[in-house]
T-cell receptor, first 118, second 110 residues
Framework: NAGVTQTPKFQVLKTGQSMTLQCAQD?????MYWYRQDPGMGLRLIYY???????DKGEVPNGYNVSRLNKREFSLRLESAAPSQTSVYFC?????????????????FGDGTRLSIL | ELKVEQNPLFLSMQEGKNYTIYCNYS?????LYWYRQDPGKSLESLFV?????AVKQEGRLMASLDTKARLSTLHITAAVHDLSATYFC??????????FGTGTRLKVLA
């Protein structure tokens, strides 16, 4: 079971460059999430997708865009990278909120993408 | 604004000792989760707490939830080195917007 797969694992960018972080899950989950993790700040939600075809802003969406390509894939794009976006990015997925069995399950996380912007 | 506060932020303890990590949150919540993260790794689910008074135990870890006090605790019994990690609580306010605590970095000394 692959679970949640993120690519790439590491990336270094220059300020102003663009890049897309990829995330795919094989658990048939409806909802998917992008978080960033910074020292001393826990995980902060960037965007989420409640189901295929929908996306919504989280706590820190500025500077990012997302695409829910299909049920399996949810990508995060940095159009013009800034040093403040240096972070570790985690993708997560979860089953159907309307299904009582799935709604009580935790989120499943990928291994993260470590992104440095110079 | 929903806030989730954990304390302590850092905890250094001797093997064999007991200690409790606290997670306070500022609004009603349907569910509360505890995760463990090893350095450079992903988050691993430990416990899901679904209702007031819920208690879950796994090995040397026990989690509880008091929804009236808006408080969850993670109790460590007779700590061992393998428990060294960062522990996060996360609150599900009934939307998709989970809120994570800042984490408690635990170091168990031999």
């Amino acid at each position: 079971n692959a679970g949640v797969t993120q690519t790439p694992k590491f990336q270094v960018l220059k300020t102003g460059q663009s890049m897309t972080l990829q995330c795919a899950q094989d658990m048939n989950h409806n909802s998917m999430y992008w978080y960033r993790q910074d020292p001393g700040m826990g995980l902060r939600l960037i965007y989420y997708s409640a189901s295929e075809g929908t996306t919504d802003k989280g706590e820190v969406p500025n500077g990012y865009n997302v695409s829910r390509l299909n049920k399996r894939e949810f990508s995060l794009r940095l159009e013009s990278a800034a040093p403040s976006q240096t972070s570790v990015y985690f993708c997560a997925s979860k089953g159907n909120f309307q299904d009582s069995r799935d709604s009580n399950q935790p989120q499943h996380f990928g291994d993260g993408t470590r992104l440095s912007i110079l | 604004e929903l806030k989730v506060e954990q304390n302590p932020l850092f905890l250094s303890m001797q093997e064999g000792k007991n200690y409790t990590i606290y997670c306070n949150y500022s609004t009603t919540s349907d569910r509360l989760y505890w995760y463990r993260q090893d350095p450079g790794k992903s988050l691993e689910s430990l416990f899901v707490l679904l209702s007031n008074g819920a208690v879950k135990q796994e090995g040397r870890l026990m989690a509880s939830l008091d929804t009236k006090a808006r408080l969850s605790t993670l109790h460590i019994t007779a700590a061992v080195h393998d428990l060294s990690a960062t522990y996060f609580c996360a609150v599900d306010p009934g939307t998709y917007k989970y809120i994570f605590g800042t984490g408690t970095r635990l170091k168990v000394l031999a």
